[in-house]
């Protein structure tokens, strides 16, 4: 479809931001956790980076660039599919079963966009947290999940917990998710505690004492895998924290989510699956059924530890992060993994054991290739309406005209500097070692929130873009549901973050309307952003210092698609106009004093 390279397709493919995580794993990768990509600034503190789902990707990248982000997708299919095969046999399905369940459960989300049950919050929840592609979550921290279950069962059809392996696996899988995705943590150490319960009871405590050195092992592989992010955090830059939604937590903020937790549970539609819950976890552990059921008790420890685990952390935690509300959609996918596995079980025992093991095997080769073939033309079908559509057709040629034209002019990147806000040209040139960026994206970079903003008003001046278009660019806008200004997005993220629980230095100086929606917003709406009245203010007197970049830069990109951006004004006695298409502007710095 399009003569590219791999660095923009992997843009271009990957499934919704997941290109934003691209330039923290080059900062990875080059062990910079400080780059300004400012010839001025200096000394910064460090990125905060997600550890454990970037190990996979370094080892490969070392190798092969950025076909690992394609290689490491196949990979982590296999890997899915291989865990639930072996999930599905430890539950004592037929070899032939658990083959289909584990290509069921990896097509399931991309069955469920296709129909028009996604749009039911619930079932939405399935099709893109159970699993998907999108790097680094859930494609690789699920898969720790997901192993953990595995290891759990696997001590369960045992009867017991004693085999050091066991201990240093789970070390290091609690490790990878604590540097990946600290609520899978919470949720892996509770269950943990629960499955302990449930197999030694009373004999729990001797137990312990009996294999003390088993937890100390795990212990120590916990902290010396997770030993480089506790290092990261230490020396992490704070307003980056609070770029990606960190808060800390006081007692009116714990309050405030002790509230909306404990009104969560008294909602009707929790109380109906907390009832089936209980009627499963009978069913489970009767007598009649306990034989063949009894090992998904795995799935009711964890859905009961992910309806635990958010009262802990709002207990224990410092810090409240903005995907608190991952705490709920846990317990959706953990309660129909559960109503899933336990459904199947019945099918099984009830309905294939009862016909000949030859027409059995042949309906389930049958179902495999048949969800093979809907796979196949589900993925086709949204490609060709998402990805190739006119529109993004003719943006993503104009994009690798652009990227052409660099590369055959041989421009040397490393000594360059780019100006431009448009986030995939951004992360390109990033992944192709551009040496300066005179404005970036506020989660690419742990610049201080004050040089951001100067990046930004240096800019606007440079593009010659005055007070009034500065304003529009800022302003608070409706967007669907909530109030979310992308331009703001972009450059500061959850800084603004605007709800219930908190709004930015918890002012309430907003218009009157904006003010109520905020009050009646749910507290986990962490990605509304809205900046108060006075913090307009003070941007726009800011405005008028009139600063200016020391130097120009050496390449301009300028998305025409931009309502504000679209009036920039370059001066053409300093800049050649190397490309202008319908929706990319590409100017290159004059040499010579003439363009070719």
Not at 386 to 397: A, E, P, V
Request: aromatic share 18%.
């Amino acid at each position: 479809m399009f003569n590219e390279n791999i660095d923009v397709k992997i843009i271009f493919e990957g499934i919704t931001d997941a290109y934003k995580y691209f330039p923290i794993f080059k900062s990875f990768i080059d062990l910079n956790l400080s780059n300004s990509y400012d010839a001025e600034i200096t000394n910064l503190n460090n990125l905060t980076v997600p550890f454990g789902s970037f190990y996979l990707h370094y080892i490969l990248y070392l190798f092969i660039k950025s076909w690992a982000f394609i290689v490491l997708e196949l990979v982590c299919i296999i890997i899915f599919l291989g865990i639930f095969y072996k999930i599905s046999r430890f539950l004592d399905f037929t070899r032939e079963v658990s083959l289909l369940i584990s290509v069921f459960l990896y097509n399931l989300p991309l069955f469920l966009d296709l129909t028009t049950l996604s749009s039911y919050s619930y079932v939405n929840v399935i099709t893109f947290d159970l699993y998907s592609l999108r790097f680094p979550r859930p494609l690789i921290t699920n898969l720790f999940l997901y192993y953990f279950m595995l290891i759990i069962l696997s001590g369960l059809k045992k009867g017991e917990f004693i085999k050091r392996k066991k201990f240093i696996l789970l070390g290091i899988i609690s490790s990878l998710s604590l540097t990946s995705f600290i609520y899978h943590f919470l949720l892996i150490q509770i269950t943990f505690l629960f499955t302990l319960i449930y197999l030694y009871k009373t004999r729990l405590i001797s137990y312990l004492v009996k294999n003390y050195v088993s937890f100390s092992v795990l212990i120590l592989f916990l902290l010396v895998f997770s030993s480089p992010m506790i290092l990261n955090y230490i020396s992490s830059e704070k307003e980056f924290l609070e770029r990606m939604g960190a808060l800390d937590l006081d007692f009116e903020k714990r309050r405030i989510l002790l509230n909306y937790t404990f009104e969560k549970f008294l909602d009707m539609k929790f109380i109906f699956v907390l009832i089936i819950s209980v009627g499963i976890t009978y069913l489970i552990n009767c007598q009649k059924y306990k034989k063949i059921l009894s090992k998904n008790n795995l799935f009711l420890f964890m859905f009961y530890s992910s309806i635990i685990s958010p009262i802990i952390f709002i207990l224990l935690s410092p810090s409240f992060f903005s995907h608190f509300y991952f705490f709920n959609n846990l317990t959706v996918i953990i309660f129909f993994l559960l109503i899933f596995f336990v459904f199947s079980k019945f099918i099984q025992e009830n309905l294939i054991k009862s016909i000949s093991s030859k027409i059995s095997n042949t309906l389930v080769v049958i179902l495999v290739i048949t969800i093979f073939f809907a796979n196949y033309t589900g993925v086709r079908n949204n490609y060709i309406s998402n990805k190739i559509s006119s529109d993004n057709f003719n943006l993503r040629t104009e994009f690798n005209n652009i990227i052409d034209i660099v590369q055959k002019k041989e421009i040397n990147l490393k000594k360059s500097t780019l100006l431009t806000f448009d986030n995939k040209f951004i992360v390109w040139f990033i992944l192709n070692e551009i040496k300066y960026l005179k404005v970036v994206n506020g989660i690419f970079v742990s610049k201080k929130n004050e040089m951001i903003e100067n990046d930004l008003i240096k800019s606007f001046n440079f593009l010659n873009l005055n007070k009034s278009d500065f304003k529009k660019f800022i302003m608070n806008k409706k967007k669907g549901w909530r109030y979310r200004n992308d331009n703001i997005m972009n450059l500061f993220w959850h800084r603004y973050q605007a709800n219930s629980l908190t709004t930015f230095k918890d002012s309430k100086d907003f218009d009157e309307e904006i003010l109520d929606f905020i009050n009646n917003s749910s507290p986990i709406m962490s990605q509304q952003l809205i900046i108060p009245n006075f913090e307009t203010d003070r941007l726009l007197l800011k405005f008028d210092n009139n600063m200016k970049f020391n130097s120009d830069p050496d390449l301009i990109i300028v998305n025409k698609k931009d309502p504000v951006l679209n009036k920039s004004k370059i001066d053409l006695n300093k800049f050649c106009k190397v490309f202008d298409g319908e929706y990319y502007v590409f100017y290159q710095i004059m040499k010579n004093d003439k363009c070719n």
